[in-house]
């Protein structure tokens, strides 16, 4: 059945007057005609029948109205329902966070201030390609880049934080193996820096001794300050330490750090808005790192 068919059929159904509809469809009533009948020789059935000087539908007729009526007026609206879509997704960020939450959570707060019509998703799946912008971390990070996308990368070392007591107070550095009777914290649910720190630790020989795990950055902070035991900080992601309380020390038995990568995907018809947002959060975590590394000095 055609499209241009099923309009003629419905203009005809709603006016039962030939002539009349002809005259709205801008056609002349002749080629109205041949449609109306091409239409009712492809479905096998009368959709009209003559009274007096009118038309009218048969049974089968309404029937077929009825329900295309409503298909009809679907296929009417999609154009419009489509750039509505679009221009939604177009003011969407689908941003897909599995390193670094802290610190991009604050980066979206303060874009928002800039931009708060811009809606924006925030997903922790791994296994997700639905995504516009993904932050991610990895050990060392080797570029796989596709011309559909853009990566940013910015590394960090990752040091160990100790209570600031007289054990370590005077202390800029440590090797894992002065740590052998300690109990290490975790923050639980990083996996990927978990990973990274468990196999720089099997490297290196040394085996943590885990008693306290929590989800919750300012937990571990607390933890340590209060001398329940040491853990793994990375350098400026996870927030400042309040160095009153806790020490970061540099770990002498080789290089651990972490290469946080901001992947951009090039997905939308309109990606104007998402590249600004992904151009916004490359400068804002290349900024706290340039500020955190003058505070160290």
Known sequence: MELTHLKYFLEVAKNEHVTKSARNLCIVQPALTQAIHKLEAELGVSLFKVHGRNIRLTECGQFFYRRLKPLYDDIEALPDRLRAMA??????V??????????????????????????????????????????????????EQASDEETFVCSEKIFLAVPNTPQYKRRKSI?????????FIGLYGSKHLSTICDEFCTRVGFKTNVSFVSDNTTA???????????GFWPEFSWGRMDHRKVRLL??????????????LLKNKQDNARVE??????????????????????
Do not use: W
């Open 175 to 183: 090797s894992l193996q002065d740590l052998k009777d300690e109990n």
């Open 94 to 143: 689908n941003l897909n966070v599995l390193a670094a939450s802290s610190l991009v959570t604050n980066a979206v707060i303060k874009y928002k201030q800039t931009d708060p019509g811009l809606r924006i998703n925030l997903i922790q799946n791994e296994s997700t390609t639905l995504y516009d912008v993904c932050v991610n971390t990895f050990e060392k990070y080797e570029p």
């Open 87 to 92: 221009n939604e997704l177009n003011q969407t």
């Open 250 to 263: 540099e770990i002498t038995d080789g290089v651990l750090k972490r290469d946080i990568v901001v992947r």
């Open 276 to 297: 600004q947002f992904f151009a916004f959060l490359c400068g804002y975590i290349k900024k706290e790192s340039q500020k955190h590394r003058q505070s160290m000095k």
């Open 220 to 230: 571990v902070k607390d933890a340590i300050a209060g001398g329940v035991g040491v």
